[in-house]
């Protein structure tokens, strides 16, 4: 399995980003899907992971700003990040995971490289 992620950039403070993550290859072993994330001289955490069957799970003090969702084909599954509202302290690198533990994000086997989201005026 193969994750690229894609959407990162610079963006005002009270802006919106969307990002997205295809997984590709033998997709068939992955039932959950998210996105973590690690800001400067902190540690890495959750985000949000999405089910196969569509269930959520976020932090809960980004829920309110952020909304992920999933699309499948055959041959791909894409996850994405709407990022709404955006703060100075969102800004991080946003790492996508995937992997057959559903709602156990911690236990993924496939995380992608990571893309940039930078907050600032």
């Known amino acids: 399995v193969q994750l690229q992620a894609s959407g990162g ?19 068939s072993s992955i039932v959950g899907m998210g996105w973590y994330r690690q800001a400067p001289g902190k540690q890495r955490e959750l985000v949000a992971v999405i089910n196969s069957d569509g269930r959520t799970k976020y932090t ?3 829920k309110d700003r952020f909304s992920i969702s999933r699309d499948s084909d055959s041959d791909k599954s894409t996850v994405h990040l709407q990022m709404n509202y955006l ?13 057959s533990t ?5 236990e993924y086997e496939y995380w992608g490289r990571g893309t ?6």
């Open 9 to 27: 950039g610079l963006v005002q403070p009270g802006g919106s980003l969307r990002l997205s993550c295809v997984a590709s290859g033998n997709i």
């Open 60 to 62: 809960d003090y980004l």
């Open 87 to 99: 703060k100075p302290e969102d800004t991080a690198v946003y790492f996508c995971a995937a992997g």
């Open 102 to 106: 559903g709602m156990n994000p911690e």
């Open 116 to 121: 940039l989201v930078t907050v600032s005026s």
